[in-house]
């Protein structure tokens, strides 16, 4: 988990670091190595299952910092930015959508290590939907209606955080080391979703889970679901990308992830069926 951290997108598509993130591994190991535990005459073991503790209690309160805006500025993007405002959109979101929230600390829930990401982007995710779809209709003889009623990031990092956890923990209990994860291999992917099963959904937490034929290796991953309307034609999407972009550098995940969710979203829509439906 990285916190304090913000990214500017140049026009190469690389990413400029505007402060120095942080790694959450990092600020407890620093904790670890310099606070004082237990009292003088306690057994080496015991601790140094205080210090694991204290480790994974700090983890839980400084996983979830505040993280600041991504800053968007890919090629096309902002170019015709002002334009794209001519473009009539209606957000018809659920209020929640748009804030980020981590659903769980606790690492045996099932819930842990997923989270609502938020509009956590400049220009927001709504707002490069609306541009992307004015580039594809600018030349039509008019700009279609839209009207948006879900567009929502979820975060899982669940089986990297809990092999994470139990490789600090191991290596300040044994003082060996033991790899910290690193999981690449899944794959993108694309789908049409049934809006009255999403909307059902009693934990939300849930939306942000895959099965194991989607991510076979337990990768980290970014999963993004665009629920809209084009001049009256309702389509609902969902996207999975990695969070670990291999192969890639440069590129910034949860930009790479929306974009993808839009363009695929778009895919469903053949510029000239949009402009003879009314």
């Given at each position: 988990m990285i916190c304090r951290s913000r990214y500017m997108l140049s026009t190469q598509g690389q990413y400029i670091a505007l402060f120095q993130p942080q790694p959450l591994f990092y600020s407890t190991r620093y904790f670890y190595q310099n606070v004082n535990f237990g009292k003088k005459g306690t057994g080496i073991f015991k601790g140094k299952i205080i210090k694991v503790v204290f480790l994974a209690l700090f983890s839980l309160l400084t996983i979830g910092c505040s993280i600041q805006k991504v800053i968007v500025n890919s090629p096309g993007l902002q170019e015709s930015l002002e334009q794209s405002e001519n473009l009539q959109i209606k957000d018809l979101r659920p209020e929640a959508e748009k804030d980020r929230e981590i659903f769980s600390l606790f690492i045996l829930s099932e819930a842990y290590g997923t989270s609502r990401q938020g509009d956590m982007t400049e220009p927001p995710p709504l707002r490069i939907l609306q541009h992307r779809i004015y580039d594809k209709y600018v030349n039509e003889a008019r700009l279609p209606?839209?009207?948006v009623y879900h567009f929502v990031t979820y975060m899982n990092m669940q089986a990297e955080l809990r092999k994470?956890?139990?490789?600090?923990?191991?290596?300040?209990?044994?003082?060996?080391?033991?790899?910290?994860?690193?999981?690449?291999?899944?794959?993108?992917?694309?789908?049409?979703?049934?809006?009255?099963?999403?909307e059902q959904v009693k934990d939300e937490y849930s939306r942000a889970l895959y099965s194991e034929t989607e991510n076979p290796k337990r990768a980290s991953v970014l999963i993004v679901y665009l629920?809209?309307?084009?001049?009256?034609?309702?389509?609902?999407?969902?996207?999975?990308?990695?969070?670990?972009?291999?192969?890639?550098?440069?590129?910034?995940?949860?930009v790479v992830a929306i974009e993808t969710a839009i363009a695929y979203f778009l895919d469903q829509y053949p510029k000239n069926e949009v402009a003879v439906s009314k």
């Open positions: 209606e839209v009207k994470l956890s139990t490789s600090i923990a191991l290596n300040q209990i044994t003082g060996l080391a033991f790899p910290l994860p690193r999981r690449f291999g899944v794959e993108g992917t694309a789908t049409h979703v049934s809006q009255s099963e999403f629920d809209a309307e084009i001049d009256g034609e309702r389509t609902f999407i969902k996207t999975m990308t990695p969070i670990l972009l291999e192969n890639q550098p440069g590129k910034i995940p949860i």
